[in-house]
């Protein structure tokens, strides 16, 4: 390819993994902001890595690739690439489970508090009726049950895929099971509380971070139950 060809964003991330000559750990103090917590630094092991959780936590999209500016010193290719590139003007009107995730962050940016999880038991509590998914709607403790209540019960031996998709490490997965041995919807349970808890300093990334993560270890199904709980 050359300069004047399109260059697609996963053609981008590929240029940035395979050029990048820097150390991981450097990248990782480079982008420690981005990044945000201790757990998702630690899963962090190349660049590819990187990558995926920079896009997890919606700071790398097909509509944002600055970071991917900030990889290229020293890697004239993707200097190139990255002067080639045009974002797709429909991007945010053709991805539509982007567009509801944004609508989402927007909202609990705003809306979302989150109290700190004490227990794996999960409490309800009646609420007002709320707006639809679309349109503002808060993360309310009955919406919150409803969704630990939903996955609880269905995700099953998915958990560990839900774990790692959402940058779980594996050592923690394993305490969670040695802290609930034969107890498979407790150990689920305790898997969302860590998730929710990482995000605890920033609440709104939590339901698009679990949406993300469904969607990754194969339960869009479950995703879709997510997002309808939402929406009531």
Not at 58 to 80: C, F, G, M, T, Y
């Amino acid at each position: 390819m050359t300069g004047g060809n399109h260059w697609s964003y996963d053609i981008l991330k590929q240029i940035a993994i395979e050029g990048c000559t820097e150390d991981v750990e450097q990248l990782k103090a480079l982008f420690a902001d981005e990044i945000g917590s201790r757990r998702r630094m630690d899963c962090i092991r190349s660049v590819e890595d990187l990558i995926d959780c920079l896009e997890r936590a919606d700071e790398l999209a097909e509509d944002n690739v600055e970071p991917l500016r900030r990889l290229s010193i020293n890697q004239p290719k993707l200097i190139e690439a990255l002067a080639g590139y045009t974002p797709p003007a429909n991007f945010r009107d053709q991805s539509v489970n982007l567009y509801q995730e944004l609508r989402l962050a927007e909202e609990l940016r705003h809306q979302l508090r989150i109290a700190p999880v004490q227990s794996v038991a999960v409490a309800s509590a009646p609420t007002p009726a709320i707006q639809n998914y679309t349109t503002p709607a808060a993360f309310t403790d009955r919406k919150r049950a409803a969704i630990f209540k939903k996955l609880s019960e269905e995700l099953g031996r998915y958990w560990r895929r839900l774990g790692r998709s959402a940058g779980i490490g594996e050592g923690t997965m394993d305490g969670i099971e040695e802290r609930y041995p034969h107890d498979l919807k407790s150990q689920i349970l305790r898997l969302l509380q860590l998730i929710e808890e990482d995000d605890c300093h920033d609440p709104k990334h939590f339901l698009v971070r679990l949406c993300r993560a469904l969607g990754d270890c194969g339960r869009n199904d479950l995703r879709k139950n997510v997002e309808q709980i939402m929406s009531h």
